[in-house]
Every structure is written in structure tokens, then in C-alpha cells.
């Protein structure tokens, strides 16, 4: 099992840049890839970014293709989302999850574990 905290949310205007953060404890944070999701108010929980165990490949919704970078950390069991050129609709509050397969998916059952989320506000 792995326990996950996200930090690193905030309130900001359009245009600027955030980095997110997700700690893990518990289980080797290496044998899990990792991935980051989304959900706006009233809206489904939303794929964002992932990250294979060894940190050599990424995947990322064609809606922050260009703008999120997901990066992982390995020795200080971190991974996180450095978000630029935020707008409006990037709105939400964003989870880290963990996958326990060495690909991770982009469907939301797949991740085992989640944080609790750190709120993300993008003001006009």
C-alpha cells in the first residue's frame, strides 16, 4: 500500500504557472507509475498526465499536451506536475494516483491509490 499527499494547489490568474506535488510513503514508490487526474465542479474525474515506473515515458490529455510536464523523483518518492500557460478550464482539483501495472492507463479505475487533492483555481 501507498499513502499519497498532494501540496503545491493555489488560486492564480490565466496565463501563470504552478508546480504540483505528490509525496508517497509505504510500498518501494518505484514499482508504482504514477498519474495525475482532475475533477471540476460537476464535471467527471478527468485523466491529466502519467508516468511510467522508471520515469522514461509520459502521457498526457490532449487538452495540456505543451503546457503540463509530469516528472518523478524516484529517490525522494515524489512525482509532480509543473502546470504553464494555465487557463480558466484548467480548474480543479487534482489527485495523484498510483498504478500498479507497469504502463499506467488513463481510466481513473485503474489507479489503486489516490490523495486527498490539492485545489488548482485559474482566475480570467
Known amino acids: 500500500q501507498v499513502h499519497l499527499v498532494e501540496s503545491g494547489g493555489g488560486l492564480l490568474q490565466a496565463g501563470g504557472s504552478l508546480r504540483l506535488s505528490c509525496a508517497a510513503s509505504?510500498?518501494?514508490?518505484?514499482?508504482?507509475?504514477m498519474g495525475w487526474f482532475r475533477q471540476a465542479p460537476e464535471k467527471e474525474r478527468e485523466f491529466v498526465a502519467a508516468?511510467?515506473?522508471?520515469?522514461?515515458?509520459?502521457y498526457y490529455a490532449d487538452s495540456v499536451k505543451g503546457r503540463f510536464t509530469i516528472s518523478r523523483d524516484n529517490a525522494k518518492n515524489t512525482v509532480n506536475l509543473q502546470m504553464n500557460s494555465l487557463k480558466p478550464e484548467d480548474t480543479a482539483v487534482y489527485y495523484c494516483?498510483?498504478?500498479?501495472?507497469?504502463?499506467?492507463?488513463?481510466?481513473?479505475?485503474?489507479?489503486?491509490?489516490w490523495g486527498q487533492g490539492t485545489q488548482v483555481t485559474v482566475s480570467s
Open positions: 509505504g510500498r518501494t514508490f518505484s514499482s508504482y507509475a
Open positions: 508516468i511510467t515506473r522508471s520515469g522514461s515515458m509520459t
Open positions: 494516483a498510483a498504478h500498479t501495472s507497469p504502463v499506467p492507463g488513463r481510466s481513473a479505475t485503474a489507479y489503486a491509490y
